[in-house]
């Protein structure tokens, strides 16, 4: 291991005690934990590209993905600092059906909680009838869909399907974010937003909290 090693390498190439060195390293140095963590989320997108090309494998993924919640535990705190303890509103947040990737939906329900949200988390691989009865239990104004597989397009589809049968459109705002959304599956989806970063998913419920 290098020690010149950069954060944005070292979780490109999956290396557990060097990530967790520079993570630690840079807290105690004062730099802010959402640059840390964007450092850690471009490492990411270059080891999935690694994955694309050949260059590492499934178990890697597994592994980075390790890291990233150990990492994630050291900066939880750090995001989570709030000077507002009372509650802005309810946000709903899931992967949709057939997705398992959680990290991106936990770091924005971390901001979220942070900012002063009470966030409900359905976890991952969620399905449309799930987001439904959690808006019947929990009455959020905002709604947060996370996908990171092209394949799970559908389940956001479907899911604001789900959300229209079931009369409750009107009431909620959609958001959708994670490495496979984009402003045109917001359009496909009628989603109300679409978000690159857990900072843009603060962003629009603190808006939506705003006009209400
Ligand atoms: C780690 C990882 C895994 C881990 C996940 C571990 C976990 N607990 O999450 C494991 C090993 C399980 C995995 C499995 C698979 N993966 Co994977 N994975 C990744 C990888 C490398 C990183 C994802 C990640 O955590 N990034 C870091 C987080 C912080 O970023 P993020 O999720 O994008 O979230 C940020 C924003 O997007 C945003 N955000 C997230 N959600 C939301 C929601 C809202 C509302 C808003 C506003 C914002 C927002 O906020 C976050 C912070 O800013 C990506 C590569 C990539 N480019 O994303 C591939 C990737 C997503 N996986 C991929 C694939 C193909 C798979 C598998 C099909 C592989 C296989 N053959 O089995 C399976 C599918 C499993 C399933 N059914 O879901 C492909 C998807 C390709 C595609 N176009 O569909 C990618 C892109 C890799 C690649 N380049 O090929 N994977």
């Not at 705190?77 to 303890?85: G, H, I, Q």
């Not at 947040?93 to 409900?120: A, E, N, P």
């Given at each position: 291991m290098s020690d010149s090693e950069s954060l944005f390498e070292a979780v490109a190439t999956a290396k557990e005690d060097r990530v967790m060195a520079l993570v630690r390293e840079q807290i105690a140095a004062g730099v802010p934990a959402t640059e840390i963590?964007?450092?850690?989320?471009?490492?990411?997108?270059?080891?999935?590209?690694?994955?694309?090309?050949?260059?590492?494998?499934?178990?890697?993924?597994?592994?980075?993905?390790?890291?990233?919640?150990?990492?994630?535990?050291?900066?939880?705190?750090?995001?989570?600092?709030?000077?507002?303890?009372?509650?802005?509103?309810?946000?709903?947040?899931?992967?949709?059906?057939?997705?398992?990737?959680?990290?991106?939906?936990?770091?924005?329900?971390?901001?979220?909680?942070?900012?002063?949200?009470?966030?409900?988390?359905?976890?991952?691989?969620?399905?449309?009838?799930?987001?439904?009865?959690?808006?019947?239990?929990?009455?959020?104004?905002?709604?947060?869909?996370?996908?990171?597989?092209?394949?799970?397009?559908?389940?956001?589809?479907a899911t604001v399907a789900a959300i229209k049968q079931a009369g409750q459109r009107e009431k909620v705002s959609l958001m959708v974010g994670g490495a496979a959304a984009s402003d045109l599956l917001r359009q496909n989806a009628e989603c109300d937003y679409y978000g690159r970063t857990a900072v843009d998913a603060v962003k629009f419920a603190s808006s939506v909290a705003e006009a209400a």
């Open positions: 963590l964007a450092e850690c989320n471009r490492g990411m997108v270059e080891l999935g590209n690694r994955f694309s090309s050949g260059d590492c494998f499934l178990p890697d993924l597994m592994f980075a993905g390790m890291i990233m919640k150990q990492a994630m535990a050291e900066l939880s705190p750090l995001l989570a600092e709030s000077e507002d303890a009372t509650s802005r509103g309810t946000v709903v947040m899931g992967s949709v059906q057939h997705d398992v990737h959680d990290i991106g939906k936990d770091i924005v329900i971390t901001m979220l909680r942070g900012v002063g949200f009470d966030v409900v988390d359905l976890g991952v691989d969620v399905p449309p009838e799930k987001f439904v009865e959690a808006i019947t239990k929990h009455n959020p104004q905002v709604v947060g869909m996370s996908v990171l597989l092209t394949t799970c397009f559908k389940s956001v589809i």
